[in-house]
């Protein structure tokens, strides 16, 4: 069962090696990228704060900080028992979006809060780890044969399925597309028809107006403001027409950090979550974006490259999984700030003020450190799973 | 193996492709960012420097301050006022020197408005000119065209119906310091205020509301088109005081010219019913800024108008120390009620005389006739017995010498000398130095308010705290309900002792206070008096008596009086000192006097609507705008 002949015959018995080798082992620029991350989103919430660590940046840093150390850990933890809590993980997840129904606390019209351990947990935002850990537990072992095999398929659709709809329900649209496309991404890397895909996607396509009369009120408003941004100036789309000047009045080198007039002057409301990229961009600029677009994508690549070298099933798709995962809150949030899509309560992670996406979003760093210290662990054959 | 490798390198494929499809995103919103920010960024940031939505805030209107019957203690008064919002100017300065040929501003003003044109956020507008008169306005108005940013609107400012009468308790407010602004942005608005003393110092944060805003669209000249959005903010709550207006001007007529302070509380639950401290001042004068002939005038008197005496004037307590020196010493177990001690009129400790009062000798005498003639022998013997440390732990059940937790700013601790303080301090510790702590010489200072708050318990045997504040935004104040307060945990046999006492002292034509009993029907008062030494005497001093009225004023003693009534069933407690004032019995039970009729007769304790109606003196609606 040797899974690369090139690599020495020891490097496989990954049982065998110590906590320091596993530390060494960690992709320590990929932990630099997310600090460095970190770092802008320090600078950024201390700007929105007019040039104060209180009341955003400071409590944000010890968040990052503390969560840190949890990926770390999790690193440390070897992958092959992270995988048998697939299942159990997905379990948990659903249960928490059923508890969230019944006793979350309402934020902006929706049931997406609730509190464990004192800290803020938007369910949504784990299912979407758990679900892609649960479908490379699935398909750790499936062959071309069973993996072209609908019947084989249909049980990981539906482990897609039940979250979306719960999360759908609460409501929060955004974030259940992202979780279907996450799950969708994690099909096609394990090589599911692709063809199927544009099946389903011309489905939605061809269902959206049906899909769009069941809407909620305020989803349809975004939607209706998106298309004419100019019809309610400040209403729904005084947002997007106020974080466009923010972005445009940047320049190529920026209004100089914590002079931004925009910011500065409180033209956006909540700018330290959802649209905190906008004060970067008009404090530093073209080049600042452009910099952070880069940082953003340093960390998509190295989890896709964790991805690419993990020996193992389960590693490969759980950590496309992650890396999809974080694209999308990016591809979202940027969009969404730009004016390219509907407004939809996607923070961008790491810089964005709140703890509950960092605290999924590190989370998901944690099992996908774990997969890349471990990626060329051995699974057991099918009899000891 | 090998179906093992090709299914790694289909997935190595896959997941290359996802990969470029998400650059290919990335680059698509780098593309997208590079229109927006580099080809579109004149068009943006014109519409950045002249955003079309332009925002400011608003003061909020600063909370009412009451009397416990709603009587406005300190309101808010309108006046035209000029403001400027730099960000509706395209250029600034040129404004400012149009503005300054118009009307007329001093050069430390204008210097001041410059440096916080400067140093303010644009959206924040500046003070040009408080209380604008006609031709000001008028020649505003008509060179609008010249003054972009310039507007003339309505401001507040604090007026203290009351005037000096409450104004220690009550506080002023005045604008906020530089620093002040620049630590908090709120605060740089225009019109704001900051408590400096008294309540509107305390309840600062209450009072003082949360500022609105108002979103105006400006064309590309900075005009206002239209407004689109007015938020006033939420105006500070209003704080009802347990203060009764009648009663605080009385004890301010009582106190008249002369220097000192009287308290007044409800005895059950330690409200505040009146507190003043003479001579006073008049807070308004803080609002605009206080004139420099003025400012000195207080700071040159030897009465320091400005000190709250009530809460942070320091002195002697005298006699009506002696309760408590009784009481320490009934729980010491080395005197009770008929524990019989001798006064020859002096007392000998080695080669020392201790006098009583007037060398008067007072012969065999229990605790009560000690108490009702005020013989200080007695009280130097029971202190020798008992000791300073259990004289200090009692006078810290009855409150004096600690931290009353009151709601109000720089109310002073007093003190209670220890062993412990003595030795901390390299004082050296004589027998003589416990004879004089016996009627509440040496070294132990109190304030005026703990003394009342010492009757208070004295009175019903309940831990009552002082507490000004009755209301807040309407809710009623922890410590209102009289069973808030834990009992003293001290023998009610020993209170009733001391009670029989005091009510001798004004009740008997004996008694140090008998000039001051009450003349309603069926209700008597208790009290005690005191007469405070200031001065060391000398020897040829103590040859004529040391309160010869021939001494100069500020060597003569201090008056006191501490006092509750009705004596069998305590509401309310009385506390007056007047410095220098000779016997307490003379300048100070007067007072206390006309305060418990007034109080008896009116009973505002527990009441949030008058007794007798609206029209009683003292209680109308005084008047005053309620503000904006």
Known sequence: MSLDPARPRRRLRDHSFGLAHKLLRVNWLFVACVCALAGVGYAALYSAAGGSPQPYAEGQIIRFIAMLIVALGIAMVDIRVIAKASWPAYAVGVLLLLVVMKFGHTGLGAKRWITLGGMEIQPSELMKLFLAMALAAYFKRATPEQTGNLVFVLPALAAILVPVALILKEPNLGTAVITGTIGATVLLGAGVRWWWFALVIAVIALSAPVLYHHLHDYQKARIITFLNPGSDPLGAGY??????????????????????????????????????????????GYLGSLSVLGLLFAIIGLALYTAVSCTHVYGRLVALGISTNFFLYCFVNLSMVMGLIPVGGVPIPLISYGGSALTAVMLGFGVLMSIHVHRYAEFAGPDEA | MRKIARERAAFTRRALLIGGGQAAVFGGIAARLYNLQITQHSKYALLAEHNSISERLVAPERGLITDRFGAIVAGNQQHWRALFLQAMAPEPQLVLENFFKLVSIPPEEQTRIAQDVQSRPRYIPVLLKDYLDWPDMAAIEINTPNLPGVMVEVGASRVYPLGPGLAHAVGYVARPSQSEARADTVLALPGMRVGRTGVEDYQDESLRGVPGFVQTETNVHGEVVREVAHDPGTPGQTVTLAIDAGLQQLAVQGLGDNAGAVVMLDATNGEVLAMASAPSFDPSLFDKGVPADVWDGWMKDPKHPLQNKATSGLFAPGSTFKPTVALAAMKAG?????????????????????????????????????????????????ALRVGIDKIADMATTMGLGVDLQADMPNVATGLVPTLDWAKSRGIHWVQGSTVVQGIGQGYTQLTPLALATMIARIATGTAVGPHIARRVGGVLQDGSDPNDWPDLGVDDRHLAIIRQGLFEVVNTPNGTGYGARLTLPNVQMAGKTGTAQTHDNTAAEKQQGFNDMTMAWEQ????????????????????????????????????????????????????????TGPAQSGTQALPVSSGA
């Open chain 2, 334 to 382: 080395v005197l009770d009620e008929h524990t019989i001690l001798t006064c020859p009129g002096f007392f000998k400790l080695g080669d020392h005389v201790f006098w009583c009062d007037n060398h008067t000798a007072h012969g065999s005498i229990t605790v009560t006739t000690a108490l009702q003639v005020s013989c200080d022998v007695f009280f130097y013997q029971v």
């Open chain 2, 556 to 611: 003569r003693p201090n008056a006191l009086f501490v006092a509750y009534a009705p004596f069998d069933n305590p509401r309310y407690a009385v506390a007056v000192v007047i410095e220098h004032g000779n016997y307490g019995a003379q300048s100070a039970a007067p007072i206390a006097h006309d305060l418990m009729t007034y109080a008896l007769t009116n009973d505002p304790a527990g009441r949030d609507a008058p007794l």
């Open chain 1, 239 to 284: 947002n997007i027409i106020q974080s466009q000047i923010a972005l445009g009045s940047g320049g190529l080198t920026g209004q100089g950090y914590l002079h931004g007039t925009q910011n500065q002057l409180n033209f956006l409301p909540e700018k330290q979550t959802d649209f905190v990229f906008t004060i970067i961009a008009e404090e530093f």
